[in-house]
C-alpha cells in the first residue's frame, strides 16, 4: 500500500430531523451569511427550518448560487461578508452551493486577486473564513471533503480547486430531504457518487485490498438502491443509504494508499462548460469511452470490478469488455443519455476543443499513469460522440 496522510476534520451529523442541532453547530455569538442556491429551499421548507432553529442569530441571506457556480456570482458574496462583517457562511445546498461557499471562504480573506485562486490552482491552508453545510441533494461529497468546482463565466472555463482549509466545520446530512428533489437530480446524484468511487478504484491492481473492498462496497449499494430511491425517494433505508453513499464516496476515504484517475472529471468539467450539461450527465458519456481506450492498461482491474460486482465470467479480456457493457447498462437504468450528440449538435470540433485547451494548461499526461496523452484524450472525446 502507498504512504498516506488522512485528514477530516469534518464533523458529520447524519439522519432525521437532525436540522434542529443547527444552533449548537454554529458558532455562538456568530453573524451569519446563510447562502443558497435558486430556490428550492423555500419550496421544499428547508429555509423555514433553518431559520427556526437560527433564533437569536443575526444572519444575512445570500440566494442565487447557481448549478455549476459563477466565480461573479460567489465575489458579490465576498463583497457582502466585507460589507456586513460576517464572520461564519451556512450553505444549505447541493453540490453548487456548498462549491460556491467553499470558494467564498477562500476568497474572503485571500491576499491578491481571487480569480487566481482558480486560474492558478491556489492551494487553500489558512485564512479561510469558517463554513458549514446542509446537504440538500447527495451526489458531490463536498459536505465532507475540501474539494471544489468553480465556473468563471467571462472564460467559460470551470476549474477544480481545494486545500485543507475547505472542510466543512460541520455538514447535517438528513436524508428526508430528498423528497423534494427532481427525478433527474437523484439520478444525477447516483451516477456522480459512482462515478467518483471509478476514479479512484480503476486504476490497476495494488495492495490496497481494504481500499478496494470498501470501494466495491460503495458501487454495489448504489447500484442496489440508485434504480429505486428515484422511484421511491421517500424510503428512508433507500434515501440514508443512498446519501451516505454519495458521502463516501468523495470524503477522502477510499483514494489514500492506492492511484487515482480523475481524468473522467476533468474531461467532463469540459463538457460542462461548453454545453451545459449536468456533471454527471457529462461523467456517464465520458467514463466507459476512457476505459475502453485506456483498455490495455486498465483491464486488470476492470476485470476485477467485472468478477466481483457483475459476478461476470470468462477470460480477462473477455469479463473487462463486458464489465464496461454493464456500466453503460447501469448508467442507462438510471436515466443517462451516454453520448454527447444526444445533448448537443454542435459537437464536432469538441475534441480539437479540449485537446487545446488541455495542451495550454500542460494537462498532457492525466491518469493514474500519466498515460492520458493528448492523442489518447482526442480518442476519448471522439469515441464519445
Ligand atoms: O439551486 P436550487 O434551487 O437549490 O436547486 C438545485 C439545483 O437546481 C436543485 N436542488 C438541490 N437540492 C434540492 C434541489 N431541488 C429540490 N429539492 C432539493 N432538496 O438541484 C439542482 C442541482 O444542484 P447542484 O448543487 O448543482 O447539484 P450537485 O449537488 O450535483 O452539484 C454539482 C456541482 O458540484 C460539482 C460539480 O462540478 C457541479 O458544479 N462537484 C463538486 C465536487 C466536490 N466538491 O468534491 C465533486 C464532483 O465531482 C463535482 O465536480
Ligand atoms: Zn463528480
Not at 196 to 220: C, F, K, N, S
Not at 315 to 336: Q, R
Request: charged fraction near 20%; aromatic fraction near 10%; charge should be negative.
Amino acid at each position: 500500500m502507498l504512504n498516506f496522510e488522512l485528514y477530516n476534520p469534518t464533523k458529520m451529523v447524519f439522519g432525521k430531523g437532525q436540522i434542529e442541532k443547527l444552533s449548537e453547530l454554529v458558532p455562538q455569538g456568530a453573524k451569519i451569511l446563510l447562502a443558497y442556491g435558486g430556490g428550492s429551499i423555500f419550496n421544499n421548507g428547508i429555509h423555514q427550518q433553518v431559520i427556526d432553529n437560527l433564533k437569536g442569530f443575526e444572519i444575512v441571506e445570500f440566494g442565487g448560487i447557481e448549478p455549476n457556480p459563477h466565480f461573479e456570482t460567489l465575489m458579490k458574496a465576498v463583497d457582502v461578508i466585507k460589507e456586513q462583517n460576517i464572520d461564519f457562511i451556512l450553505a444549505v445546498g447541493g453540490g453548487s452551493v456548498i462549491d460556491g461557499v467553499k470558494f467564498i471562504s477562500a476568497a474572503v480573506h485571500f491576499d491578491g486577486n481571487p480569480i487566481d485562486i482558480l486560474q492558478k490552482h491556489i492551494l487553500i491552508k489558512e485564512n479561510a473564513m469558517p463554513f458549514g453545510t446542509i446537504l440538500t441533494l447527495p451526489a458531490t461529497g463536498s459536505e465532507m471533503n475540501s474539494g471544489y468546482v468553480v465556473t468563471i463565466k467571462a472564460t467559460q472555463e470551470k476549474l477544480a480547486s481545494g486545500g485543507s482549509a475547505l472542510f466543512p466545520q460541520f455538514s447535517i446530512c438528513d436524508p428526508t430531504v430528498i423528497q423534494s428533489l427532481p427525478k433527474r437530480q437523484l439520478q444525477n446524484g447516483v451516477v456522480d457518487a459512482f462515478t467518483h468511487v471509478m476514479e479512484q478504484y480503476l486504476t490497476y491492481p495494488h495492495e490496497g485490498y481494504l481500499q478496494d473492498r470498501i470501494a466495491e462496497g460503495i458501487l454495489q449499494t448504489l447500484i442496489e438502491v440508485g434504480p429505486k430511491v428515484v422511484e421511491n425517494p421517500a424510503d428512508y433505508a433507500l434515501a440514508s443509504n443512498f446519501m451516505w453513499s454519495c458521502t463516501m464516496a468523495l470524503n477522502g476515504l477510499i483514494q489514500k494508499g492506492v492511484p487515482n484517475d480523475w481524468a473522467t472529471h476533468m474531461i467532463g468539467h469540459e463538457l460542462t462548460a461548453l454545453y451545459g450539461i449536468d456533471h454527471a450527465r457529462t461523467l456517464a458519456i465520458i467514463g466507459p469511452n476512457l476505459y475502453r481506450v485506456l483498455f490495455e492498461t486498465k483491464k486488470e482491474k476492470l476485470a476485477q470490478y467485472g468478477k466481483r460486482i457483475f459476478n461476470l465470467s470468462g477470460t480477462v479480456d473477455e469479463i473487462a469488455n463486458e464489465a464496461i457493457n454493464k456500466t453503460v447498462e447501469f448508467f442507462h437504468t438510471m436515466g443517462m443519455d451516454t453520448k454527447l450528440s444526444q445533448y448537443t449538435d454542435d459537437y464536432n470540433k469538441t475534441a480539437d476543443f479540449i485537446v487545446n485547451r488541455f495542451d495550454e494548461r500542460g494537462w498532457k499526461a492525466m491518469g493514474e499513469r500519466q498515460n492520458i496523452t493528448l492523442e489518447k484524450l482526442k480518442e476519448i472525446v471522439e469515441m464519445s460522440y
